[in-house]
């Protein structure tokens, strides 16, 4: 187990967006590239930036790397406006796995993570596009079929939505919907099962996982809310044969509307605690604990599926919870062969575990091994 101790804004974080962006191909808190690479690194003749891990995996050693890059850079470092626009500029991504070129959908699932952080309480208060990534991101992880299923999807998605718009405006005809429709229910179908499934077996999973970090019996149970009414064990076929009935139910109102109303992109999941919604009655601390149990529930889901264990990457994961529940936490978290943690409060762990942790202290953006004397 690996401890990140360091006061707040050190880079602590950095560090595990940094390995989770390798597993996920994207970062989980920042929404352009740019934002990932540090002002220092974004100006001067060749601006770059590059994140790059070596990984024992079970078939095998694999290097894994992404550098950033910007776009119409000229490289003349003498240059102010080159300067002002490197600063500016938009990086893009690009992969490599043993030196060779990928593209970002098939690194997904050469490393895989689990993430935890204080943003991922929006799981029970957010809106339902964050718990259909939660999701979305776990299945990617493990079937590279399921995330070019979605990239697809979203794509016939944006294509039938404009063609509602114009059909709305009377520049196109209704008949030109059945090509779209047919397109959208053949990926949609796909995705609506892989969810369904893939919350059963969370389900089996995250219910003994809640009850013992909230030493109580209530069961915590993942129910899916999809934009149709499903069976509890669905197939393809079944999918699609319902979203399709419900496409020609929907048609006048999505023409009038504009916008596709059934499928996977309307999706939810929604956390109850004994039947009831989390996001209703639980308290901060028991929600804490809810998407605790869910992130422990999905790395477990990895390990079986995967036959490996994933990374997990805790982030200040111990500051708000009881001595209990932070050796719990801990001790599940030691099971794992690795996991990086990073705490502000090394105190608040006993001294016994603490000796049998791999401690770096973080100090702008550098990282340094602390000894046993230290």
């Not at 047919?182 to 099962?193: K, N, P, Q």
């Not at 009038?256 to 999941?269: K, S």
């Not at 016994?352 to 004397?373: C, N, P, W, Y």
């Amino acid at each position: 187990m690996i401890l990140l101790e360091g006061a707040n804004g050190q880079g602590k974080s950095n560090l595990l967006e940094a390995a989770y962006l390798l597993a996920i191909a994207k970062s989980n808190r920042a929404s352009m590239d740019r934002e990932m690479v540090r002002s220092e690194a974004r100006i001067g003749p060749q601006p770059h930036a590059q994140i790059l891990a070596h990984l024992t995996l079970a078939d095998g050693d694999v290097r894994l790397q992404v550098d950033f890059s910007p776009s119409g850079n000229s490289g003349n470092p003498h240059s102010e406006a080159e300067t002002a626009t490197s600063e500016a500029a938009v990086f893009h991504k690009s992969f490599r796995v043993n030196g060779v070129g990928r593209r970002a959908s098939s690194v997904v699932g050469v490393l895989n993570a689990v993430m935890f952080g204080a943003e991922d309480l929006e799981l029970v208060y957010g809106t339902p596009s964050i718990r259909r990534r939660y999701l979305d991101i776990l299945i990617s992880q493990l079937d590279d079929r399921y995330l070019r299923s979605l990239q697809r999807y979203h794509k016939i998605l944006a294509q039938r939505n404009h063609l509602l718009k114009r059909i709305r405006h009377r520049s196109a005809s209704p008949d030109e919907l059945q090509f779209w429709d047919v397109e959208l229910i053949a990926e949609a179908s796909f995705i609506i099962e892989q969810r369904a499934n893939t919350l059963a077996s969370l389900n089996d999973i995250v219910a003994p996982l809640h009850s013992e970090l909230a030493g109580a019996d209530d069961m915590l149970e993942l129910v899916y809310r999809p934009s149709i009414d499903i069976p509890q064990e669905v197939t393809v076929d079944v999918a699609a044969e319902i979203l399709t009935e419900g496409l020609a139910d929907e048609r006048s109102r999505e023409i009038a509307q504009g916008f596709t109303i059934l499928g996977p992109h309307r999706d939810d999941v929604e956390p109850q605690i004994a039947g009831m919604q989390a996001s209703a009655y639980a308290s901060r601390g028991q929600v804490r604990t809810v998407v605790l149990a869910m992130k422990l529930a999905e790395a477990e889901h990895l390990k079986r599926r995967r036959g490996q264990e994933p990374v997990l990457l805790l982030d200040d994961v111990l500051s708000e919870l009881d001595s209990g529940r932070r050796n719990l936490v801990l001790d599940k978290a030691a099971t794992y062969q690795q996991c990086f943690i990073t705490t502000a409060e090394p105190d608040i762990i006993r001294p016994e575990r603490l000796s049998q942790m791999h401690r770096f202290d973080v100090k702008l953006g550098s990282v340094k091994a602390i000894s046993i004397t230290d």
